[in-house]
């Protein structure tokens, strides 16, 4: 590096092999799949600065936590408590539905489902490129997440992982441009794609029949034809509905119902096959 | 003691790191100042014999890696940003504080341009907003302010 960056050397022939440098890498990146654990180091060596600059958020956060006074603690812990009540009477009936469910998949000859095996990760960084919508979480290869995860919040599903680290790890979020995922309608069951469209904007479904029976209001979920997003979780809701005047097919847009703006602390899924590959 | 100097170099860029990586509200997103940029600009204008095209390259390499753009993406354009600021620095150098801030525009200008080249390029249905251009006036109403701190952090520990 110091002989080809000295003095000596003229400046457009420094700026010539720092760009022909920056192409070979970018080419690399691009194609060369072994580049890819070149990447994987990097990424490990550079993430103890994620921790870093996420600090600055985490004490405030602490001293916000802090300056709570008894009553107000005292009121969100009965919060809390009543909000867990109702939650586990919910939970009562959904285990004898499940069972019941079970059952039936079993006269029908279907495969049971199986639960999934979750982890709690947090954000440590958000918004950082106008044109490419990820995050960065604090779980990475040792906790066993892999690429192509999903990751979900309370609401729905956020997005799935994209690039791993031995302790943190990148994840790609559904509005992102790149980024599609298969769904369905609730109410019917008609299989879409709902293609990322940048943050701003909606969801945008894809593939749609020609013919199709769909609303606003209505509740996208995976279809989990991907094999990747396990099926039954929300992703958005139909938003509207309107038809291209020139060959009247529908344009449909759908806003996703996971709060993307403002993410904290996330879910990673492990489905089934993946549980037994991790040993976790 | 050189080699302390030059360690508060890294230090400034660190902290420009930081800031550019720094959660950003959403809605003002358009007036996200470039402070990486603004910073390294300064210490290529300032002393051109300790930071070169090469700390530009590894910077931007840093800057791949934390916003998970593909890498040399930031490298290219953080190289080409040093170029067009090292190539006339000591005209740049003798200007005045205001002319210094269009030449910084256009620098932002130009980073913002490139970015939008590669994004295209790469991921193809990105749309471009005018407003990108408020964040390059940010960007020149910021140097006077940068540039008059980092001359008196400069000063004050007498890097050269």
């Not at chain 1, 909000?83 to 939970?91: F, G, H, M, R, Y």
């Not at chain 1, 904007?201 to 509740?219: A, R, Y």
């Not at chain 1, 038809?243 to 089934?272: C, F, M």
């Not at chain 2, 090469?54 to 390499?61: D, E, N, P």
């Amino acid at each position: 590096m110091k002989l080809l960056f000295s003095k000596q050397s003229p400046l457009s022939v420094q700026l010539f092999i720092a760009l022909v440098l920056a192409l070979v890498l970018l080419g690399l990146d691009i194609s060369y799949q072994p580049f890819k654990t070149v990447r994987y180091y990097l990424d490990t060596l550079i993430s103890p600065l994620y921790y870093i600059s996420n600090s600055p958020r985490v004490t405030a956060d602490k001293l916000y936590e802090m300056s709570k006074s008894r009553d107000e603690l005292a009121i969100e812990k009965s919060k809390l408590t009543e909000e867990l009540l109702s939650k586990k009477s919910d939970l009562l009936l959904l285990e004898h539905l499940r069972h019941e469910n079970n059952r039936l998949r079993e006269l029908l000859g279907s495969p049971l489902r199986h639960d999934e095996h979750k982890m709690a990760a947090q954000v440590l960084l958000a918004d950082t490129d106008p044109y490419v919508y990820q995050i960065v979480l604090n779980k990475g290869k040792s906790d066993g997440v892999y690429v192509g995860q999903p990751v979900v919040d309370g609401k729905g599903i956020v997005g799935q992982i994209y690039e791993i680290a031995q302790t943190t790890s990148r994840a790609i979020l559904v509005c992102d441009y790149q980024h599609a995922i298969p769904v369905q309608v609730l109410r019917n069951d008609i299989a879409m794609v709902a293609v990322g469209n940048g943050c701003s904007n909606e969801l945008t479904l894809d593939f749609l029949p020609n013919n199709v029976d769909i609303k606003v209001g209505d509740i996208l979920v995976t279809s989990g034809l991907d094999g990747r997003f396990p099926e039954g979780y929300p992703v958005a809701i139909v938003s509207s509905v309107k038809l291209d005047i020139n060959d009247s097919t529908p344009v449909i847009s759908a806003t996703p119902t996971a709060d993307l703006k403002r993410l904290r602390y996330l879910l990673l899924l492990w489905g089934e096959g993946e549980k037994k590959d991790n040993g976790s | 003691m050189d080699r302390n100097r030059t360690f508060i170099i890294w230090i400034t860029l660190f902290i420009g790191l930081c800031l550019q990586i720094m959660p950003w509200t959403a809605s003002f997103y358009m007036l996200k100042p470039h402070w990486l940029m603004l910073i390294l600009v300064y210490w290529l204008l300032a002393l051109p014999h300790r930071v070169s095209i090469g700390t530009a390259f590894i910077v931007g390499i840093i800057v791949d890696l934390f916003t998970g753009t593909l890498l040399g993406v930031h490298a290219f354009i953080f190289s080409v940003i040093a170029y067009l600021a090292v190539f006339k620095f000591q005209l740049v150098r003798n200007l005045a504080l205001w002319q210094q801030s269009v030449i910084i525009f256009c620098l932002s200008v130009c980073y913002d341009v490139l970015l939008f080249i590669f994004e295209v390029s790469i991921y193809h249905t990105i749309t471009m907003s005018p407003l990108i251009l408020l964040s390059s006036l940010v960007d020149g109403l910021l140097w006077t302010w940068i540039y008059l701190l980092l001359r008196q952090i400069r000063r004050h520990f007498d890097i050269n």
